[in-house]
């Protein structure tokens, strides 16, 4: 029910833009990211009403978004670094129903 699309390879100080389409309308959908061997941490978030909110190391560089019509969530990521190399979710959440969708692998090195 959730779709990720935009990772890939782009060096350092590049952007790329994240999509996640979903098949519902969820009050609250989020970015999320993982590196092998450590916890999956929260980039961003965005409400139904289009409140945000960002993890200190996406402040300034990450922009979240959401377009209602077509349930989908974006992420522009700008300025990238190599410590953003991870493979990122996306979730969607309703009260207690949760979904998440595969990962999209970004890789940031030159």
């Known amino acids: 029910q959730l779709q990720a699309f935009g990772g890939g390879l782009v060096q350092p100080g590049g952007s790329l833009r994240l999509s996640c389409a979903a098949s519902?309308?969820?009050?609250?959908m989020g970015w999320y990211r993982q590196v092998p061997g450590q916890q999956r941490e929260l980039v961003a978030s965005?409400?139904?009403?289009?409140?945000?909110h960002y993890a200190d190391s996406a402040k300034g560089r990450f922009t979240i978004s959401r377009e209602k019509p077509k349930n989908t969530m974006y992420l522009q990521m700008n300025s990238l670094k190599p410590e953003d190399t991870a493979v990122y979710y996306c979730?969607?959440?309703?009260?207690?129903?949760?979904?998440w969708g595969q990962g999209t692998l970004v890789t940031v090195s030159s």
């Open positions: 979730k969607g959440q309703s009260a207690g129903y949760v979904r």
């Open positions: 519902f309308s969820f009050a609250v």
């Open positions: 965005i409400t139904l009403g289009g409140d945000t």
